[in-house]
């Protein structure tokens, strides 16, 4: 029997229960049958969580192009790899052919060759949704430098933090992006961002706006010229197993973000495994997923996993708001999608519409819907169950994150029976558990606690990029020998898991993790402001929103309160990024603290939650009147 495509609840546990007991030999089965090599493996698995040090698939060798791509071109050379769905609905969607997909790639491969980028090198990407980006990922892979994608939405600060961290040599652009109605001027981002960035000596700009945009000689070059001049032949690099294949940003909960590094064989193994079982894919599909590439979900769940397995994934340029609340359902009645995955923000968005924009369309293809970036609430599930998958098609609440590399816990579709808000039960190969404040393990069912996971996966992140140390402090040095997610969970009377959100000071907010810290920091260098504290609050479209608590200095307390809350925006944008702007700020005396200075957030949680009534003790703190102080001034909010 193969275990690569589960299609009952019986054989899920048998599968499961095969991967916990026999892990080495379970991942062996699969990556021996489902892909090729260039050269096997010495050893499946070997791993120690006190340095932390995981290696899968050891002495292997590989191209994950060559799984992505060439595999495919003797059945399937024909068949649409990409379907580009264009920001404009009048402009026509592009289908791009796995034979097509593998000239580009080469050409694209060629091109970074000539230009310098040699295998181990970084290529910082910062495109928009079009086909470039998944092309140059994918020729990144082939000739073995490391990608690392950086949002299009992204500032400029945030970008060349980026750069410099991994120490890019290269960046790949565009002359600007298309969103909704507007045009974002993408190359001006990289020109400010490159001015504090001295290890970039290339920059290869894709037109795409027609912006009128200035090329730095010597550095800047149009990509269309050089594709001109390019083969659509090359041989792929030859790489090990663990050599990396990524680099991608998370979000700290403190200062940098973290650089989580992929590596190849392993993450090619779990993300087509899981991609397949996730959505029930077969043969003549379309699968669409809307995250950007920018994030985990586009890497693992638009390229890699779909094209592992050689399905039609869907690229999606615009946003779901343009020129109607009804593109989403428009896109899926014009191709015929028959998976759709997509965040509850996204769908607590729409949702507020009414159905006028979802009748319209007819959404009869859809077998499966699935939804990613932060638990989903009980009412938006109810709403995408009924109105866009008419009760018919299940819906898959995957837990997973950038560390991960893939879907952890997830209902199967059509094996696994489903129950609101919950992600129910784990993948095979995935073991997780649930653990006290005190290092015990909760035994059982009808428990809650932090989620861990006590054995290796293929696709876990294996460090963070030039900094070991914060991986092992960040992930395994809170509970012994387990990853610790940072999320809690529960669960329940029957086994099925339930994720609770996040238990440090990362905040989601519309599906992406922002920590708190580096958004502190941005607030703090507004001339007025003295000190702040951010918070979440719960939102009905965004999941959650951030709140601010600012105390100003002196000579921003006489200053138009509209004016500063709206320039204190205006930095988080230029540091952070649109996405991390504070829904609410209150300016206040002070803050509460305990007696060695540390905030105590939780107090400023519970006042932005409205729950004043449940503070804990206060008398503790250093200046326990400002708490009455600080609830006094949120009434207005």
Known sequence: MSNYH????????????????????FWEEIAEEHFIWRKKWNKVLAWDFSQPKVTWFE???????????????????NKTA??????????????????????????????????????????????????????????????????SVVFAGFSSNALATRINDSDCKMVITSDGSFRGAKIIDLKSIVDEALESCDGVSTVLVVKRTQCEIQLKEGRDKWLQPLLDMASPERIAEVMDAEDPL??????????????????????????????????????????????????????????????????TTVMFEGVPSYPDFGRFWQIVQKHKVNQFYTAPTAIRALAKQGLD?????????????????????????????????????????????????????????????????????????????LMDEDNNELIGNRVNGRLCIKFPWPSMARTIWGNHQRYKETYFSSFQDMYFTGDGALRDEVGYY????????????????????????????????????????????????????????????SRNQINLRKEINQIITEHIGPIAKLDKIQFTEGLPK???????????????????????????LLNPEIVESIIKGSVDF
């Open 357 to 433: 924009m979802v009748e319209k369309y007819d959404l009869s293809s859809i077998k499966v819907l699935g939804s990613v970036g932060e638990p989903i609430n009980e009412e938006a599930w109810h709403w995408y169950n009924d109105n866009i998958g008419k009760k018919n098609a299940p819906i898959i609440d995957s837990w997973w994150q950038t560390e991960t590399g893939g879907i952890m816990i997830s209902p199967i579709p059509y094996v696994t029976p489903t129950k609101p808000t919950y992600a129910t039960l784990p993948f095979p190969g995935i073991q997780p558990c």
């Open 82 to 147: 990409i379907l580009f769905e264009p920001n404009n609905p009048n402009e026509p969607p592009v289908h791009i052919s796995y034979r097509q997909l593998y000239e580009r790639v080469n050409k694209c491969a060629n091109v970074l060759k000539k230009e310098g980028v040699n295998k181990g090198d970084r290529v910082c990407i910062y495109l928009p949704m079009i086909p470039e980006l998944a092309i140059f990922v994918l020729a990144c892979a082939r000739i073995g430098a490391i990608h």
């Open 594 to 620: 305990t007696r060695s200075g540390k905030i105590m957030r939780r107090i400023l949680r519970k006042i932005a939650h409205k729950k004043t009534t449940d503070l804990g003790d206060t008398s503790t």
């Open 498 to 557: 339930r994720i609770t959100g996040r238990v440090d000071d990362v905040i989601i907010v519309s599906g992406h993790n922002l920590g708190t810290a580096p958004i502190e920091d941005a607030v703090n260098e507004h001339p007025a402001v003295a000190e702040s504290a951010i918070v979440g609050f719960p939102h009905d479209v965004k999941g959650n929103a951030l709140y601010g608590y600012v105390i100003l200095k002196d000579s921003g307390e």
């Open 246 to 311: 990524f680099i991608l940003y998370t979000s700290g909960s403190t200062g940098m973000p973290k650089g989580m590094v992929h590596t190849a064989a392993g993450y090619m193994v779990y993300t087509a495994y899981s991609f397949k079982n996730a959505f029930q894919y077969r043969e003549d599909d379309i699968y669409w997923c809307t995250a950007d590439i920018g994030w985990i979900t586009g890497h693992s769940y638009i390229v890699y996993g779909p094209l592992a397995n050689g399905a």
């Open 6 to 25: 589960i299609k009952h609840l019986e054989e899920y546990f048998q599968v499961y229960r095969k991967s916990i007991e026999n892990p080495e030999s």
């Open 59 to 77: 002495g292997a060798q590989l191209n994950i192009t060559e799984n992505c791509i060439d595999r495919h071109l003797a059945t399937r050379g």
